[in-house]
């Protein structure tokens, strides 16, 4: 990988990459909690695609998995998050509260965020970064949720705004072991 | 008038012979009931496998041996951190609701249920993903609430959470999406 300085500033249309692992795919289907973050937080793992290759996602990807597999890959960038985020305050977006009788769109919200990590760890993402710096993810960055995923509720709202981000986004399914083509 | 007399033999005999009119008149009654009886069974039985009520809805060992209850069983067994990510356990309540909504099932939608699209979130909850004629209707399980959205190919979508568990029958909603 050259020696590229990795910008802080994430641009509306720099494509971001979200490794799905193959317990979220069901057949070639990627299911919404593919997209969501760990229990109790906010960020979903991402990778900046024009600092690293597809190569190096896909080989990520399978460090995540315990068989070493990668079920895919998601493309998408914050201006195809913006997008969502405004669909979710449409009528589209309804969803009911069964106590209330209340139909509101379901408001749920993100952002991508640079955050560079080594290992397993979060560095400090006011130094200047390179694609080639000695850290293991110089190109890290976050899905930003605006709300924690707390145990024990029923997320549906989550759900369905992660599920409209996988249909609009990019997506590469694994076939054997080589990933597939791009499809929206 | 006078009454006719009898000796002892003559009344013993008389008696009998009345008892044995009333034992043998109950026979008759007692044969024409079970015939009755045997005639109407077959025909309770008949109609109890076909009705339509009867019809749709599978028993426990059939749901059982559809592989539901099994892929529920599946996921109990989960612990903490089953993904390699700090997921949490399925929660116990949201097992237990969703064996209810399965039992509670008519066959045909639960032929839209694959047990493999049962699964456990990363937070507890259960989700059971029905690929419909229409499109798909997921259910998420919590412990005390559900809900479900849907994604359908050619009609409006419609999404719903805060159902309480509690139920008897299948939330009016869901059943309304699953037909």
Redesign the interface.
């Known amino acids: 990988m050259a020696h590229i300085l990795i910008p802080k500033e994430i641009a509306a249309d720099e494509p971001c990459i979200r490794c799905i692992?193959p317990?979220k795919m069901?057949k070639t289907r990627i299911?919404?909690?593919a997209m969501?973050p760990?229990?109790?937080g906010c960020d979903a793992s991402l990778l900046r695609l024009n600092y690293t290759t597809l190569e190096f996602c896909i080989a990520h990807g399978k460090t995540?998995?315990?068989n070493g597999r990668l079920g895919g890959l998601v493309k998408f960038t914050q201006s195809l998050v913006d997008t969502v985020n405004q669909w979710a305050t449409t009528d589209?977006a309804?969803?009911?509260?069964?106590?209330?009788k209340e139909k509101l769109p379901?408001g749920v919200c993100a952002h991508i965020e640079y955050s560079p990590m080594d290992n397993d760890e979060y560095v400090d993402k006011n130094k200047d970064y390179y694609t080639d710096s000695p850290i293991t993810h110089p190109m890290h960055a976050d899905l930003m949720f605006h709300e924690p995923?707390?145990?024990?509720?029923?997320?549906?709202?989550m759900?369905?705004y992660a599920?409209q981000l996988i249909?609009l986004a990019h997506k590469a399914i694994m076939i054997e072991q080589s990933l597939g083509g791009w499809a929206v | 008038m006078k009454k006719p007399t009898y000796t002892v033999s003559q009344y013993i005999q008389r008696n009998l012979n009345q008892f044995t009119r009333t034992l043998r008149t109950g026979v008759v009654v007692a044969f024409m009931f079970t015939a009755v009886a045997a005639q109407s069974a077959p025909v309770d039985c008949y109609q109890s496998q076909f009705q339509p009520e009867h019809q749709t809805v599978m028993t426990l060992p059939a749901l059982a041996a559809s592989g539901h209850f099994e892929a529920i069983d599946r996921l109990s067994a989960l612990n903490a951190n089953w993904?390699?990510?700090?997921?949490?356990a399925p929660?116990a309540m949201a097992l237990k609701n969703s064996r209810k909504l399965l039992s509670l099932l008519k066959a045909e939608q639960l032929q839209a249920l694959s047990p493999?699209?049962i699964?456990a979130?990363?937070?507890?909850?259960i989700?059971m993903?029905f690929e419909t004629r229409r499109g798909l209707v997921?259910v998420?399980?919590?412990?005390t609430?559900?809900?479900?959205?849907t994604?359908f190919h050619d009609e409006p979508?419609?999404?719903?959470?805060?159902?309480?568990t509690d139920f008897d029958t299948v939330p009016e909603?869901l059943q309304q999406y699953l037909s």
Do not use: H, Q, W
């Not at chain 1, 309804?94 to 209330?100: S, W």
């Not at chain 2, 979130?121 to 909850?125: I, K, V």
């Open positions: 692992k317990d069901k299911i919404p909690d969501f760990r229990e109790g995540l998995d315990a589209d309804i969803v009911e509260d069964a106590e209330t379901c995923l707390e145990r024990g509720l029923v997320r549906i709202r759900r369905k599920n249909k | 993904d390699g990510e700090e997921a949490v929660n493999a699209d699964y979130s990363t937070y507890g909850s989700v993903d997921s998420e399980m919590g412990d609430t559900m809900g479900f959205y994604d979508n419609y999404a719903i959470e805060g159902i309480r909603k």
